[in-house]
């Protein structure tokens, strides 16, 4: 891929759990494109509260929604899920290397694509009615959006979401998310402990 090797040619860093990476209000001339580890992106509401609206991982470009502008103020916070490390790559050298070659641009709009895709599923999922089909759904969206197989352990691939992590996702509080947890594990639908978090996709149907 044209990207990839293009963007090798930036520094590569590092970074560790609970790093915040970019803030909201932020002005960034930076892009970050993923390596390995996850980073999580997040609106905190008036009350405090935080609401966990996407993850970020391996080949991912961050922060998308300022992908394209030179200015303006980011308008959520980038965390780290996970250690990693990720290309820092100059924004104004990506955007004119995308305006100055067809094919490049191309590939970016292909990538955006995708990622308006998995955006659209993303709001699907927490649009479902109950707490429980959100969690249903969402859990469903991570393994299918990270993994291929039917049979996803979070845990193995990186992905370590704790159930305050999920309960932000779907809006919900982390009791009332452990209680569904718990019964989703009880139907056979997840597998859980210190050591895994597994999906079983199959049975999600």
Do not use: C
Request: charged letters at 30%.
């Amino acid at each position: 891929m044209e990207i990839i090797d293009y963007i090798k040619k930036y520094p590569l860093r590092e970074f560790h759990k609970g790093d915040i990476l970019l803030s909201e209000g932020q002005q960034s001339a930076r892009l970050f494109a993923l390596v390995h580890g996850y980073i999580k992106v997040t609106s905190i509401h008036d009350d405090g509260s935080e609401k966990l609206l996407w993850i970020e991982g391996r080949y991912d470009i961050a922060p998308t929604e300022k992908l394209f502008s030179l200015s303006g103020e980011l308008s959520f916070f980038y965390t780290a899920l996970s250690d990693g490390s990720y290309y820092d790559i100059d924004k104004s050298e990506f955007i004119a290397k995308a305006k100055a070659d067809p094919a490049f641009m191309a590939e970016v709009a292909n990538s955006m694509s995708d990622h308006y895709d998995d955006l659209l599923k993303r709001v699907d999922s927490i649009g479902q009615t109950s707490i429980r089909e959100k969690l249903v759904a969402t859990l469903r969206y991570i393994a299918e959006r990270f993994s291929a197989s039917d049979q996803v352990d979070l845990f193995e691939l990186g992905l370590k979401l704790t159930h305050s992590d999920i309960a932000a996702m779907i809006g919900s509080t982390r009791e009332t998310t452990s209680l569904e947890l718990h019964a989703l594990k009880d139907a056979g639908l997840i597998d859980y402990d210190r050591t895994k978090f597994i999906v079983n996709l199959s049975k999600m149907t």
